[in-house]
């Protein structure tokens, strides 16, 4: 396995809260830093969280104090918790290797409205 296997998007009211997971390989994982990035059509995808091997941890201005980035060493996860869902969140949502992605997987969808 190359591409990494997102999965815990869905459809949530403003306010609501998601936790997004990663599955990366252990090759992938193990030695990069890793990153949630997300792209909204006719739009370029953009990171919006990152952590490095060591735990250290980087935000995108909009999503500080809403969202947390963590990363599972034992099991190669990468996972996004959003808190404080806003409808301009709405996207799509890849994992990947931060700075420079590998191969993208088909990401996971998140849908913010009431």
């Known amino acids: 396995q190359v591409q990494p296997v997102e999965s815990g998007g869905g459809l949530v009211q403003p306010g609501g809260s998601l936790r997004l997971s990663c599955l990366a390989s252990?090759?992938?994982?193990?030695?990069?830093?890793m990153g949630w990035y997300r792209q909204v059509p006719g739009k370029q995808r953009e990171l919006v969280a990152a952590i490095t091997t060591a735990g250290g941890t980087n935000y995108e201005d909009s999503v500080k104090g809403r969202f947390t980035i963590s990363r599972d060493s034992a099991k190669n996860t990468v996972n996004l918790q959003m808190n404080s869902l806003k409808p301009e969140d709405t996207a799509v949502y890849y994992c990947?290797?931060?700075?420079?992605?590998?191969?993208w997987g088909q990401g996971t969808q998140v849908t913010v409205s009431s």
């Open positions: 252990r090759s992938i994982f193990r030695f990069n830093a």
């Open positions: 990947n290797v931060v700075p420079n992605p590998w191969s």
